[in-house]
Each structure stands twice: as structure tokens, then as C-alpha cells.
């Protein structure tokens, strides 16, 4: 099974991987779509967003990224800094202006539509996008599903990917030359049993046959995003957007953290702490809005860069080598979770965000710290299994409460995951292959009201103001 570590670890903007990058990338495509299609020519432009995206999307900003997208503009390159002068322009003139199309109506008032009624029968994050012709008919139309992390698909892929035919994976990637194609946890130990090679070594080989001499390059620009946002956020103060009121909080613990070194009255769980004010650093940047990397989502993009930052600036024996294994692991996992059940919070809940991310983690740290597979294994199964459950009920459809402290107790808990493993010698119970069967099983019997809807939970038990 092979899912590239650059689809795994995207960047991007926040605050949602799949109610934010998926509908702007989705448009994007749209329009793509509609220059290539011929026909008659549009004259305007529609769009209904559908389940999860319709519910939770004005606080996840679906409306504006899709205003975005629509102009053309992709979450790895836009500025943030200039979305809300751009969407203002779009809101006031009530047009899209479409290079190699022209200008075409959009009112995002009343042709971006917020459909409460009626889910599509594909996924959660379901979205419409309609191109109409001066008499309002239809010039092309095309369905879009969100599938999380920051990826799309059409309605017909969907269906393909589902049914077998076309999911992009397994005998299909071994035949285009890559050397290890594991599709699950247990044909990944059993491959690397058989070739004498690590997880991260496995995983290195076949990235190379895609990106050759530059893999490393490309790996560093993703360490370097991750490392970024969380000095951008250690730096930044005031209160989030949204309406919550709530505020930032990494710049004041990190002022305290610092203080306090080199005192001898630290206490040795202090270093909880700073996993998790790297984490939180990280969600509250995206909460903002801010650029951010997929780790898989944007809801749980804290996880893996606050245990990246861990190992750097914490561990015995840190280096560049071991954080580019962290990833290549964080990927190969994250990949099968992905492939053998989801990493959408409106499809499975917050187990298949963070708990997705706490195995990741888990699992790269273990093996940046000499873990053998096995024990890798067991570490990505320990943080997954203990995050079984966990629901999405983000208040106000915001990606701020709880999910910015719950990425920081993922980050802690992929550590003390990693760490439990490499005391044991890999032989466990619970396969990890079984967690995830477990996760995605639990995720479809969840009530929909706990799967990123904001109808139930923490979302509607607000404090009275």
C-alpha cells in the first residue's frame, strides 16, 4: 500500500483539513473542470454544502474557503493574511471573476447554500458545485466529498474507491515499481521481516521512486512548516476568531516555561508542559486560520509537530535523520488507518483525528528512538486504542474547544505510548490491524450528533454568559 507522506503531511491553511482545504480545493477543481468541459458558456455559479459541512461549516470557514477556491486560489499558496480582503471583494461585487471564463455571478449570500436538510449519500462532507448557464440551467454540475485530511473526491471516485475498482493502492502501486505496498499493519511487519529493513527504510524506498534525489529536501520543507507554526504561535496573543472568546494561550505558558528553567523547583512532569504548549501552539494557529500542516487533519495538526519538537529539543541523541524517520513512520501509519478505515472526525469522530495522530506519533518516536518494527507496532496500537470513543463536538462548529487541549494531551499520550512500547520487546495482545477495525467500527455505530455536527456534547453543554 503505498500513500505518499506529501499526502499525509500537507500544508496548508485552518482551521479543517475537510471543512476548509477539501470545499477551496474542490472548487479549485471545479473550475478546472469547467474550462476543460466546452460547451455552452456559464454565467454563474452555484454551491450547497451538505451533512457535516452545511452544520459545522460557517465556524470552519467552508463558506469563505470556497469563495477562495472559486477564485482560483489552493491552500499550500495562499497568503492568509489576504483571505479576508479577498472574500470582502467577492461578498461586495457578487462575481467571480474566472481567467480563461470571465465574470460569473455569485452572490455568496444567496448562491453558497447551506443545505441543514439532506446529507449525500457518499460521506459526511458532502458539497454541491453547479455551473449555470443566463437562463439559470445547468451548464455542468459536479458532486464532491471531503474525505478528511485534506482530501477529495468526486462522487464517481468515490464510488470507484469503494467498490474496489480504482482506490489507487496495494497490487495497482506495487505494479508502478513500488517495492513495499503494505496494506496493513501486519503485512507491513511481515515485509519488513522479510527484506531485514525498518519501517522508516521501507517507507524511504518507496517515496524515492517518487521523488528520487529530492526526497529529503521535500522532507525538510515539511519539518520546517511544522516548526514554523509553532514559533509562530509560541509568539501571538489576544482572542480567537469565532465568537467564543477564547484565548491564546502558548505565548504565556511558554514565557513561564522559560522562566522557570535552570529552577530547582521544577517538577519532573513539567515536561508535559511543553508538549503540550508546543501542540496547542500549533491548534491555535490554526484555529486562526493560520498556515499549518495536515497531520493527517487540521483538527489534529498539533500531535505530530509538538512530538517532533519534543524529540529535538528533549531527547538524548535528537537529530535530523531521526525527525525525517518520524515522518516517513507518522506516514506509513497514518496511510493505514486512512486506507483500512478514516481519519475524518465527521465520519468517525475525534478517534479518527487525534487518535489517529497519537498513533503517528507514537509510532515515529518510537522508531526515531531505536524501536524495532514490532515495537513501532505496538506503539502506534497503545495510542489508538486509548483514544477509542472520542467524539468530535466542536463548540460553535470552532476548531478551538476541546480540540486545541486535546492535541496536546494526544501529544502526551503518543510519548508515553512510544515509551511503554520500547519497554516491552513488541509482542502485544491487541494487533494494531485490530484497533483500527475496532475504531472504524466504532465510528460508523457513533451517533451522528458526536461526528463533527455540533448538535450534541461539549457543543451544546456551553457555559450560560
Known amino acids: 500500500m503505498f500513500l505518499s507522506v506529501f499526502d499525509i503531511f500537507k500544508i496548508g491553511v485552518g482551521p479543517s483539513s475537510s471543512h476548509t482545504m477539501g470545499p477551496m480545493l474542490a472548487a479549485a477543481r471545479f473550475l478546472s473542470g469547467l474550462r476543460d468541459a466546452g460547451g455552452p458558456t456559464p454565467a454563474a455559479l452555484r454551491v450547497r454544502l451538505h451533512g457535516s459541512l452545511a452544520f459545522t461549516g460557517k465556524g470552519h470557514a467552508t463558506d469563505r474557503a470556497v469563495i477562495l477556491g472559486l477564485l482560483g486560489y489552493r491552500p499550500d499558496t495562499l ?4 483571505a479576508d480582503a479577498l472574500v470582502a471583494e467577492v461578498q461586495d461585487s457578487g462575481r467571480i471573476e474566472v481567467s480563461g471564463i470571465g465574470p460569473l455571478a455569485f452572490a455568496p449570500q444567496t448562491d453558497l447554500v447551506f443545505d441543514y436538510d439532506v446529507a449525500l449519500p457518499g460521506h459526511a462532507n458532502g458539497m454541491v ?7 439559470g440551467g445547468p451548464v455542468l454540475s459536479e458532486t464532491y466529498y471531503s474525505v478528511g485530511g485534506g482530501f477529495v473526491v468526486t462522487a464517481s471516485e ?4 469503494q467498490s474496489g475498482r480504482a482506490d489507487g493502492l496495494g497490487e495497482e502501486k506495487a505494479q508502478l515499481g ?4 503494505f496494506g496493513s499493519a501486519a503485512e507491513m511487519l511481515a515485509m519488513g521481516e522479510r527484506a531485514g529493513l525498518s519501517i522508516a527504510a521501507m ?3 518507496n517515496e524515492t521512486v517518487a521523488h528520487g534525489d529530492g526526497l529529503e529536501a521535500a522532507l525538510d520543507r515539511i519539518l520546517d512548516a511544522m516548526d514554523c507554526c509553532i514559533d509562530r504561535g509560541l509568539t501571538q496573543s489576544g482572542v480567537l476568531p469565532g465568537g467564543l472568546n477564547v484565548r491564546r494561550r502558548a505565548k504565556s505558558i511558554h514565557e513561564a516555561l522559560l522562566a522557570e528553567r535552570g529552577l530547582n523547583r521544577v517538577q519532573p512532569h513539567t515536561v508535559n508542559d511543553w508538549m503540550s504548549v508546543y501542540a496547542m501552539a500549533v491548534n491555535e494557529e490554526n484555529a486562526a486560520g493560520g498556515r499549518v500542516v495536515t497531520s493527517p487533519t487540521n483538527g489534529a495538526a498539533g500531535v505530530v509537530p509538538a512530538v ?3 524529540y529535538r529539543d528533549h531527547c538524548i541523541g535528537a537529530s535530523r535523520d531521526g525527525q525525517r524517520d518520524i515522518l516517513l513512520v507518522a506516514a506509513a501509519i497514518g496511510g493505514l488507518i486512512k486506507h483500512n478505515a478514516s481519519i475524518s472526525g465527521a465520519e468517525v469522530g475525534c478517534q479518527g483525528e487525534v487518535g489517529s495522530a497519537s498513533a503517528m506519533a507514537a509510532a515515529g518516536l518510537c522508531a526515531a528512538l531505536g ?22 463536538d466542536p463548540a460553535g462548529g470552532l476548531v478551538q474547544v476541546p480540540c486545541i487541549e486535546r492535541n496536546a494531551l494526544g501529544a502526551i499520550k503518543a510519548v508515553s505510548s512510544a515509551s511503554l512500547a520500547l519497554r516491552g520487546d513488541g509482542r502485544h495482545f491487541m494487533p494494531l490491524d485490530n484497533c483500527v477495525r475496532v475504531m472504524l467500527e466504532t465510528g460508523r455505530d457513533m451517533s ?7 448538535t450534541g456534547g461539549i457543543a451544546v453543554n456551553l457555559p450560560e454568559c
Open 129 to 135: 458545485i453547479e455551473a449555470l448557464d443566463g437562463e
Open 178 to 181: 513500488y517495492p513495499y505496498p
Open 158 to 161: 468515490l464510488e470507484a474507491q
Open 79 to 82: 497568503d492568509p493574511d489576504r
Open 203 to 205: 517507507k524511504r524506498a
Open 308 to 310: 517532533l519538537r519534543y
Open 371 to 392: 524501536g524495532s518494527n514490532a515495537q513501532v507496532e505496538n506503539a502506534a496500537e497503545i495510542a489508538l486504542e486509548h483514544h477509542l470513543g472520542m467524539t468530535c
Open 448 to 454: 451522528l450528533k458526536y461526528k463533527e455536527t455540533s
